[in-house]
């Protein structure tokens, strides 16, 4: 499964979907037409990416079913939708989005998938009352993913887990592990190359922490 597939898939069963960056509208179009969503919303802040998604949701004869909104975040959203997906952003943008409309995501279902700085995404949400229900990892086109899934809950995670993913951790995915197996083989392949001691050593921790999650 791609991680659009995935994506789609996890919106599984909803009522009305928003995807939030939703660029060409793939993930939305895929969970209607293979996850039994109802009603989706697509929405981008720029008008490309929506005029993209138009086309794709007309040649799909989805016009009736998905609404498209120009919004940054969810700042003009004012529908009601019970699942979020906002994935292929950096972490610090899908926080800020998420705290810009607080009141807007409680009690909603969170899909999201950020590309880089997941530790601040996860502290974002066990600090605002959310609870990780999920975690998923994947390869897509050989680049490693991760998507989160949570809801309105208390979750208190230790410094580790919110590095590295307190399902992830304990789910031990073969792509998890691969992924850390792969930065121990790398650090294996230059720590003779490292002359700072301090540098070495610090690389040595590090190798030490990803052989403690594998
Ligand atoms: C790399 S694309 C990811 C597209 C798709 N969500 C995916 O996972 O493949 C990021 C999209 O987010 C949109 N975007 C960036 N900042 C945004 C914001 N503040 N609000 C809404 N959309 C935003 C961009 O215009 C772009 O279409």
Not at 29 to 46: C, E, F, G, P, T
Not at 189 to 212: A, G, H, P, Q, V
């Amino acid at each position: 499964m791609d991680r659009i597939e995935l994506l789609a898939s996890l919106a599984k069963d909803s009522n009305v979907l928003l995807d939030v960056g939703c660029d060409h509208a793939l993930t939305i179009i895929k969970a209607i037409k293979n996850y039994n969503v109802k009603k989706a919303i697509a929405s981008d802040i720029s008008i490309g990416p929506l005029m993209a998604a138009k086309k794709n949701i007309e040649n799909n004869n989805l016009i009736d079913k998905i609404k498209i909104i120009q919004s940054d975040g969810l700042k003009n959203i004012n529908e009601d939708f019970d699942t979020l997906i906002i994935s292929g952003m950096g972490g610090y943008l899908i926080k800020d989005i998420l705290n810009d409309s607080l009141n807007k995501i409680k009690n909603k279902l969170l899909i999201l998938e950020a590309n880089n700085n997941r530790y601040i995404l996860r502290k974002f949400l066990s600090d605002n009352n959310f609870k990780i229900i999920d975690e998923y990892a994947i390869y897509d086109n050989l680049k490693y993913y991760e998507i989160i899934v949570a809801k309105t809950g208390n979750c208190n995670l230790t410094e580790k887990e919110l590095k590295y993913g307190p399902i992830l951790m304990k789910e031990k995915s073969k792509e998890f592990i691969k992924f850390y197996q792969d930065k121990i083989n790398f650090i294996d392949s230059i720590i003779n190359t490292i002359n700072d001691r301090n540098k070495k050593k610090l690389k040595l921790e590090e190798k030490e922490e990803y052989l403690s999650l594998i």
